[in-house]
């Protein structure tokens, strides 16, 4: 039940956003994820003790901190021995040797980052070969430079350290050229590649030929045609890495695709430029120094792979409007060319910084165009993402509740539908509904602002309670439903006791605090029911958790199916009773005070079944209820006890009780028609207004303004109202001043509040009847306590038609029972 117990100046918790399953229900809302957020920045990889075990084990920082260790130990030995051999040869190839071996180790590791592209760990494993092999060669070479050191100084290998460095470059790229790309556009793509690929290779080519064929040193001449192919090998590298690098990376991180290149233009590229521009000292190499920088880019990449983890290269890449490498390229051709003819003379020079200006402004030219559809395709980009953004929206309020922003009745059928399908044997599942008690007195009470912010506290307090993983989504008005994956009755259970727990706190709501019950139902999933049957199951457990009192949960058991089943079929045969005359009438006399005289009679409706025999109302009338069975029905009772009053005032005149009592239910009083069915039944049986009384349930009337207000429409005919059970509700004196009263019907049972509402009642103008009044000591005890009127067993037991008729033809009072 929902009561306002105070007001308190404070603003309402409204909902500023959404929550997803969802959602969940995200997940929704209500979606859920149990997963907790990483700390902003910080990487999200599995650690060494996770990944494997050995070696693998050393921290990446570690790693990073040794080979670059190489290179300064590299860098140092060479400075030194250049100046003067101070150490022997041998040491100057061990740090390209370590950096290796830790570049393997580097590679492995990411190989073995856990969820990588198949792609990019095949790439990472054929890395451990590559620099197993690229050791193995620099070993050659530190044999070679002590044997040949002059041949050494060249870059010239013996035919096993060759054999070693093409298998690597082989490696590579083949690994590279297996990376997986984007399919769309391959025609176009494909010749960018090579258009790009050839520009590089030709700049490259020409600035070999170029310093291999004017070196001056006999000791840097080398053949023109080794060099040229070494070249070419770069080519087919660079070739490779722009291939990867401007599609989708094929699951490698953006920086380790330039760690790459960065390695492949040291270790290609400079190695045969290194003796073209450094005078060597016999016994020297470049090798000793590009070895450990190569080692190290690859150990570099490898890292920044793990550190990126295995979602590289797979979010959408930026789109860049133009590739920086050819035009770099070009650059570095047109640079070479002013060099070339700033040497011959100024006239060549003046022809060649025209060309190289031309090309600069066509260039410029190109680069604007490229910027310019760029832009354009940017707008079509923005545009794209809005109607994404829009479509989403759409999506979203298609199967979210725009008050609260749980799911919505479609999605949590879907949920349900779902999880029943993908479940495994032995899985468990249940289903709840949850039914706010009351809500309508608080719209009635205070206005549906109140109550939507009411729903939305609910619902924060709903979602708050559920594990990660169920969805909580509101099926309409102040029905919620949840879907409770992996969880049986018992332990699904636990978490509506947390619900509870949490909707017994008061909610405050635009203003106002209330306190707020609901009753829930819980259903658990069973072999060979569809999800349409387990919400009926949860539906009729919410129903028994109302019936037992609200504010309480059920859970769905076989005695409860055997109830709705035995509900059901009453249900189905009180409406032929209605038809065949299976239903009547007792009346129970209201007596005076203490000479029992009879002064009303209230009816009462029985129901011989022709099987189950005779059922009182307190079996047959909640099912009618439910049902809506109870509107005609109790248009019946009112007609049928009217039509009996009138006939015994015609045939006893005087002697007749001067009032009838029909009880009235609050499905009856919220019927727009009802207030013009009492009058049409009076005027049929032309009965007098005043001597007819309707009896309604406190609880049926506190709080309930719309009741309230039927009530009083009635009392405006002449129209007596009782109010029945009085003192066992609310007991809120207020009502006694709202609801236009004549009479209150009081539990005798209750001694303390029987004399109390004695006075009120006298107090007030009011007629109080004791009701359950069973022995003569009760009747004197409340005689003495001021009741002038009483009804009980002790008086008369409901009696027939006929038998009432008897009574009253002889005059007599029944003797108590």
């Known amino acids: 039940m929902i009561t306002a117990h105070g007001a308190h100046s404070i603003a309402a918790r409204r909902r500023a956003d959404h929550d997803p399953i969802a959602s969940a229900q995200s997940v929704d809302p209500n979606r859920n994820d149990a997963r907790p957020y990483a700390a902003a920045g910080a990487p999200d990889y599995p650690t060494m003790s996770e990944e494997q075990p050995g070696v693998a084990r050393l921290r990446?920082?570690?790693?990073?901190?040794?080979?670059?260790?190489?290179?300064?130990?590299?860098?140092?030995?060479?400075?030194?021995?250049?100046?003067?051999?101070?150490?022997?040869?041998?040491?100057?190839?061990?740090?390209?040797?370590?950096?290796?071996?830790?570049?393997?180790?580097?590679?492995?590791?990411?190989?073995?980052?856990?969820?990588?592209?198949?792609?990019?760990?095949?790439?990472?494993?054929?890395?451990?070969?590559?620099?197993?092999?690229?050791?193995?060669?620099?070993?050659?070479?530190?044999?070679?430079?002590?044997?040949?050191?002059?041949?050494?100084?060249?870059?010239?290998?013996?035919?096993?350290?060759?054999?070693?460095?093409?298998?690597?470059?082989?490696?590579?790229?083949?690994?590279?050229?297996?990376?997986?790309?984007?399919?769309?556009?391959?025609?176009?793509?494909?010749?960018?590649?090579?258009?790009?690929?050839?520009?590089?290779?030709?700049?490259?080519?020409?600035?070999?030929?170029?310093?291999?064929?004017?070196?001056?040193?006999?000791?840097?001449?080398?053949?023109?045609?080794?060099?040229?192919?070494?070249?070419?090998?770069?080519?087919?590298?660079?070739?490779?890495?722009?291939?990867?690098?401007?599609?989708?990376?094929?699951?490698?991180?953006?920086?380790?695709?330039?760690?790459?290149?960065?390695?492949?233009?040291?270790?290609?590229?400079?190695?045969?430029?290194?003796p073209l521009l450094?005078?060597?000292?016999?016994?020297?190499?470049?090798?000793?120094?590009?070895?450990?920088?190569?080692?190290?880019?690859?150990?570099?990449?490898?890292?920044?792979?793990?550190?990126?983890?295995?979602?590289?290269?797979?979010?959408?890449?930026?789109?860049?409007?133009?590739?920086?490498?050819?035009?770099?390229?070009?650059?570095?051709?047109?640079?070479?060319?002013?060099?070339?003819?700033?040497?011959?003379?100024?006239?060549?020079?003046?022809?060649?910084?025209?060309?190289?200006?031309?090309?600069?402004?066509?260039?410029?030219?190109?680069?604007?165009?490229?910027?310019?559809?760029?832009?354009?395709?940017?707008?079509?980009?923005?545009?794209?993402?809005?109607?994404?953004?829009?479509?989403?929206?759409?999506?979203?309020?298609?199967?979210?509740?725009?008050?609260?922003?749980?799911a919505n009745r479609a999605l949590f059928e879907k949920a349900a539908q779902d999880a029943f399908a993908g479940r495994a044997d032995g899985d468990t599942l249940c289903l709840a509904l949850v039914d706010l008690d009351d809500f309508k007195v608080v719209n009635d009470r205070l206005g549906h602002a109140v109550g939507d912010a009411l729903l939305v506290a609910v619902a924060g307090r709903l979602r708050g309670s559920i594990r990660a993983g169920d969805l909580v989504a509101r099926l309409g008005g102040d029905e919620f439903g949840l879907v409770l994956p992996g969880l049986n009755g018992r332990q699904a259970a636990s978490v509506l006791q947390r619900i509870r727990e949490a909707l017994d706190q008061p909610v405050h709501a635009d203003g106002h605090e209330l306190l707020v019950r609901a009753s829930i139902g819980l259903a658990e999933m069973s072999p060979g029911l569809t999800p349409q049957e387990l919400m009926l199951r949860a539906d009729a457990a919410m129903y028994a958790a109302k019936g037992s009192g609200k504010g309480r949960h059920a859970v769905y058991d076989a005695e409860l199916d055997q109830r709705q089943t035995n509900g059901a079929q009453i249900g189905a045969d009180l409406r032929h009773a209605m038809e065949s005359g299976q239903l009547s009438l007792a009346y129970q006399p209201v007596v005076r005070l203490p000479d029992g005289a009879w002064v009303g009679l209230e009816a009462l409706v029985r129901w011989q079944h022709p099987d189950r025999g005779l059922l009182l109302p307190d079996v047959f009338i909640?099912?009618?209820?439910?049902?809506?069975?109870?509107?005609?029905?109790?248009?019946?009772?009112?007609?049928?006890?009217?039509?009996?009053?009138?006939?015994?005032?015609?045939?006893?005149?005087?002697?007749?009780?001067?009032?009838?009592?029909?009880?009235?239910?609050?499905?009856?009083?919220?019927?727009?028609?009802?207030?013009?069915?009492?009058?049409?039944?009076?005027?049929?049986?032309?009965?007098?207004?005043?001597?007819?009384?309707?009896?309604?349930?406190?609880?049926?009337?506190?709080?309930?303004?719309?009741?309230?207000?039927?009530?009083?429409?009635?009392?405006?005919?002449?129209?007596?109202?009782?109010?029945?059970?009085?003192?066992?509700?609310?007991?809120?004196?207020g009502l006694l001043r709202t609801v236009p009263t004549h009479t209150l019907k009081v539990d005798s049972a209750e001694l303390i509040i029987s004399t109390a509402l004695a006075q009120v009642a006298d107090v007030l103008g009011l007629r109080a009847v004791a009701e359950s009044v069973e022995t003569a000591h009760q009747a004197d005890a409340l005689h003495q306590l001021g009741y002038r009127y009483a009804q009980g067993y002790y008086f008369a037991r409901p009696l027939p038609p006929g038998e009432v008729s008897r009574i009253l033809a002889g005059g007599l009072v029944p003797a108590p029972c």
């Open 60 to 274: 990446p920082t570690l790693l990073l901190a040794a080979v670059t260790t190489m290179v300064l130990v590299a860098a140092a030995l060479y400075a030194i021995n250049a100046v003067e051999q101070r150490f022997s040869l041998l040491w100057c190839w061990l740090p390209g040797v370590f950096a290796a071996g830790v570049s393997a180790v580097a590679s492995y590791r990411a190989a073995r980052t856990s969820g990588l592209n198949p792609a990019a760990a095949r790439l990472w494993r054929s890395f451990v070969l590559i620099c197993v092999l690229v050791g193995l060669a620099t070993l050659g070479d530190a044999r070679q430079s002590v044997v040949d050191p002059a041949r050494a100084a060249l870059q010239q290998h013996d035919l096993p350290t060759s054999i070693c460095l093409g298998i690597a470059l082989c490696a590579l790229i083949v690994a590279l050229l297996r990376m997986p790309t984007d399919r769309r556009g391959r025609r176009e793509r494909t010749i960018r590649y090579l258009l790009d690929s050839l520009t590089v290779g030709a700049t490259l080519a020409v600035f070999t030929w170029y310093f291999a064929t004017s070196a001056g040193s006999p000791s840097a001449r080398w053949a023109v045609t080794p060099a040229l192919g070494v070249t070419a090998i770069a080519m087919l590298v660079a070739v490779a890495l722009i291939k990867v690098a401007l599609t989708g990376l094929g699951g490698l991180d953006r920086g380790t695709v330039r760690w790459f290149a960065a390695a492949a233009l040291i270790g290609a590229v400079g190695g045969r430029l290194f």
């Open 278 to 406: 450094v005078d060597v000292r016999p016994g020297l190499s470049g090798a000793q120094i590009l070895a450990p920088v190569t080692m190290t880019c690859v150990a570099f990449a490898a890292d920044r792979q793990v550190r990126a983890g295995a979602g590289a290269g797979h979010a959408a890449q930026r789109r860049k409007p133009f590739s920086v490498v050819p035009y770099a390229a070009v650059a570095a051709t047109d640079g070479l060319l002013l060099w070339v003819g700033g040497q011959i003379g100024p006239r060549v020079f003046v022809v060649a910084a025209t060309a190289a200006f031309l090309t600069a402004l066509v260039a410029a030219r190109q680069i604007m165009a490229l910027r310019d559809n760029a832009c354009l395709l940017g707008r079509v980009d923005e545009n794209l993402r809005q109607l994404h953004d829009y479509q989403q929206e759409l999506t979203h309020q298609a199967t979210h509740d725009v008050l609260t922003g749980l």
């Open 622 to 733: 909640p099912i009618a209820e439910r049902s809506g069975l109870i509107v005609p029905l109790g248009r019946w009772i009112l007609r049928t006890a009217l039509d009996q009053y009138s006939a015994w005032t015609t045939e006893h005149g005087p002697a007749a009780p001067a009032e009838i009592s029909v009880n009235v239910s609050t499905r009856q009083l919220r019927e727009p028609g009802f207030v013009a069915d009492i009058r049409e039944a009076l005027a049929a049986t032309g009965v007098r207004p005043e001597c007819l009384s309707i009896e309604v349930t406190e609880t049926a009337v506190f709080d309930n303004a719309m009741i309230q207000n039927v009530l009083r429409e009635i009392a405006g005919i002449g129209v007596r109202v009782t109010i029945d059970d009085f003192g066992t509700g609310h007991s809120s004196l």
